[in-house]
Nanobody
Framework: QVQLAESGGGLVQAGGSLRLSCATSGRTASSYVMGWFRQAPGKEREFVAAINWSGGSTYYADSVKGRFTISRDNTKNTVYLQMNSLKFEDTAVYYC?????????????????WGQGTQVTVSS
């Protein structure tokens, strides 16, 4: 079992930055593939970024590539999402997710555990 708790959301102006954190707990949390997803009002939850257990491999949605950076610190059991050059369309609830199987999963159904989400609002 893996527990996830996001933090760091808030209100920011377009062009600004935020860093989201996802605290993980559970005996094997550091071995999981971790992902960030987001869900805007009236839209489906969509993939944002993923990172493998070591942090050596990352993958991003085209919409955030070059602006967002996912990272992890397994000594602190924490995954981060650094978001720069934020746009109004980045406004959403951001969710941290964990996957117990291998690398290469970028859809909601492929992740096993989810946090409660943190709201990110970008004002234009």
């Amino acid at each position: 079992q893996v527990q996830l708790a996001e933090s760091g959301g808030g209100l920011v102006q377009a062009g600004g930055s935020l860093r989201l954190s996802c605290a993980t707990s559970g005996r094997t949390a550091s071995s999981y593939v971790m992902g960030w997803f987001r869900q805007a009002p009236g839209k489906e939850r969509e993939f944002v970024a993923a990172i493998n257990w070591s942090g050596g491999s990352t993958y991003y949605a085209d919409s955030v590539k070059g602006r967002f950076t996912i990272s992890r610190d397994n000594t602190k059991n924490t995954v981060y999402l650094q978001m720069n050059s934020l746009k109004f369309e980045d406004t959403a609830v951001y969710y941290c997710a964990a996957r117990g199987k291998g690398w290469g999963a970028y859809t909601r159904t492929e992740y096993d555990y989810w946090g409660q989400g943190t709201q990110v609002t970008v004002s234009s």
